[in-house]
């Protein structure tokens, strides 16, 4: 007999088996190979239904079985169904299954589903709870079914449905359904492959559905737009909300700020004692921005961050006396308690809702729902508007960052709730500028001094160094500079400013063999390591478009004392790029025995179209190279 036939035999013998001791389920041949290319993980099937109820209650209930193809994906067979005071989990089970749909829920004896707090250890206390399984493989392919059922109490958002949640996953099969009373509206927005809803009826419900089916894995580029700019989802709100003795339409920004005053009502109260302290601490202050510039250091120095997740979905912040009282507070009751201080010397301030995060989602802005989960404020001014990040005991005064800038915002304010834009860092703002100098001796060492400056979003890479030890800061620097082998005599870094921080980084080196030497040449760089760009590979043909998220500047200057005994053989020529995509300039000089060099690189923020790539990696392989670029010394005989 052929080896192939008797492989044959021992597979349907495997089938007869598993046949036999119950029905096979998600067996990996059952995917088409289209959904494995570039995947991960495979969703087999997902499967929702949220119902709404008359009394403004709800009960969701879920289906949902994963393929693990390898073990990069690992993090993506872990579920956690939330609840909290107003919720609970009716039932939650799970079942494994092998390469051919067997069920192996049997060999996992110790695997179970737990119970913990929804929240970090950041969390000081909250009502949020989640069932959660968490399974590790030794195998692949695996796949691992969900089955679950939640009971809401109380609803004032409905879910958004998002039923592929990473980059290198595919999706064979989703369902989405959505039962609501006749007495209700529903208000509905699909976005990307999302297709129009199936809708049905009966005497009291109507039923909206939705499939869909054989969504290709999202390849990872360098560059790419936001995720969620590129998978299917599904956002639902309600037309109206209701909850306690609030009753009001939900169809517009100006209704959901109006909510969220509700909520906020009447938790704005502060002791006489700090209203006195507050007063007396601003009297001296010449106008409204320094006056908030001094609540916000009171604030800082009284308080710090703990996640208070408690009612109504964590919406509602905590009473500012209750901050005031206990110091703490999660950013919902941080903002209430500076707003509350600033009312209470007479300015004006907006608490205000933003989808914080490097990764957030884009706000959908023409379809008013939930879809934030941090809080700012905005504070009016006469010059600009003031923003001020109320979870951190370090941040500069009026600096968001990379966590909240340069996307919409909800300012609710007296007319309810308004759509507004954070503030963008511009490439004049973002600046990393450095000054080196660097002393070459007859063996091409070098006694090199480094002096950097970085500003605005650029800061941000030494505020995450600044308060480290003297020993990790140390560890990181070496991993950073790019010279392996370089001995730090001394670095300090500091931080300060307003508005645009400065972050600095000030280091005294030794650089063995920072002169590469070739019989009597020594080739000596102009630019550090750490200074080079990123060029990503030329993937063709490039699939999505071309997003640079934020412009920056980089600028040096360079001075390299030449020893006594050396002559310059090569100095290179000024290099100059100017591109749709950034300016690039590299210049040197000799002065005397120094050479004086210049590098300056501007990179613009924009989104290309998909065929711009392969110039835009041009651009970046063009500056690579400039700064590859090394004078040449030669020792006088």
């Known amino acids: 007999m052929k080896k192939n036939t008797l492989s044959i035999l021992v597979f349907l013998q495997l089938i007869t088996s598993a046949a036999i001791a119950g029905e096979l389920k998600y067996g990996i041949s059952g995917i088409p190979d289209s959904l494995k290319k570039n995947a991960n993980s495979v969703v087999r099937v997902s499967e929702t239904t949220f119902q ?76 949020d709870r989640c069932k959660v399984v968490n399974p590790t493989f030794a195998q692949y392919p695996v796949t691992i079914e969900y089955s679950y059922e939640v009971k809401s109490q109380i609803i004032t958002y409905y879910p958004r449905w998002v ?26 927005k699909g976005v990307y492959h999302i297709p ?20 290709a894995a999202i390849e990872t580029e360098p560059y790419s737009p936001p995720y969620y700019e590129q998978i299917p989802y599904l956002l639902l709100a309600p037309d109206r909300v209701k909850y306690d003795e609030y009753y009001n339409s939900f169809n517009s920004w100006s209704d959901f700020g109006k909510f969220q005053s509700y909520l906020n009502q009447g938790r704005d109260q502060l002791p006489p004692e700090t209203v006195m302290k507050v007063t007396d601490l601003i009297k001296e202050c010449p106008d409204n921005r ?16 703990v996640g208070v997740q408690i009612g109504i979905g964590g919406s509602q912040p905590i009473p500012a006396d209750y901050v005031d009282k206990k110091g703490y507070g999660d950013c919902k ?23 914080a995060g490097t990764h957030s989602a884009p706000l959908i802005t023409d379809f008013p729902c939930e879809q934030f989960n941090h809080i700012i404020l905005c504070v009016p001014d006469d010059r600009d508007t003031i923003w001020l990040e109320c979870t951190s005991q370090r941040k500069a005064f009026g600096y968001l960052g990379t966590f909240t800038d ?43 001094k480094t002096f950097t400056e970085n500003k605005a979003i650029q800061s941000e890479e030494i505020e995450g160094e600044i308060y480290e030890s003297p020993e990790d800061q140390r560890k990181e620097y070496l991993k950073q500079v790019g010279y392996s082998d370089c001995i730090i005599n001394s670095l300090k870094y500091t931080l300060k400013g307003d508005f645009i921080p400065a972050g600095t980084v000030e280091a005294d080196l030794f650089v063995p063999a920072y002169a590469s030497k070739s019989g009597n040449r020594y080739f000596v760089p102009i630019v550090m390591p750490d200074r080079g760009v990123s060029v990503p590979q030329n993937s063709t043909p490039r699939v999505n478009p071309v997003v640079v998220s934020r412009a920056f500047t980089d600028c040096d200057t ?58 835009f990696v041009a651009f970046l392989k063009k500056t690579a190279k400039y700064d590859q670029t090394k004078v040449v010394l030669t020792q006088k005989n």
């Open 163 to 188: 039923p592929m949640a990473y980059t290198n996953m595919s999706l064979q099969k989703a369902s989405f359904t959505l039962i609501v009373p006749k007495t209700q509206s529903p208000r509905i």
């Open 290 to 305: 320094s006056k908030v510039k001094k609540v916000y250091k009171y604030m800082q120095d009284r308080t710090r961050y």
């Open 52 to 127: 709404v109820y008359d009394n403004f209650k709800a009960q969701t209930t879920v289906l949902y079985a994963v393929t693990i193809l390898n073990a990069k994906a690992l993090d993506e067979a872990e579920m956690r169904v939330y609840y909290d005071n107003n919720s609970s989990v009716n039932y939650f089970k799970f079942r494994i299954y092998n390469t051919l749909g067997e069920d192996i829920t049997r060999s996992f004896k110790t695997l179970e589903v737990t119970d913990e707090s929804a929240t970090s250890g950041g969390q000081l206390y909250t009502d």
């Open 406 to 448: 340069n996307r919409d915002a909800l300012v609710v304010n007296e007319n309810g709730g308004a759509l507004v834009k954070t503030i963008a860092y511009s490439a004049n703002e973002n600046i990393s500028s450095r000054k080196v100098s660097v002393i070459i001796d007859n063996e091409g060492d070098a006694s090199v």
């Open 333 to 355: 009751g941080l903002v209430n308690y500076t707003k509350a201080l600033l009312t209470t010397v007479g300015i004006k301030s907006f608490y205000t809702l933003v989808s």
């Open 558 to 615: 360079v001075v390299i004392t030449i020893p006594a005994g050396f002559n310059t053989e090569f100095i290179p020529g000024k290099q100059l790029i100017d591109s749709k995509f950034g300016k690039y300039t590299l210049a040197a000089e000799l002065i005397g025995n120094q050479l004086h060099c210049y590098r300056s690189l501007v990179v613009f923020a924009d989104r290309y179209k998909a065929a711009e790539y392969t110039d």
């Open 196 to 215: 129009e809803a199936k809708t049905t009826s009966d005497e009291q419900n109507n039923r909206y559905s939705w499939e869909i089916s054989n969504i």
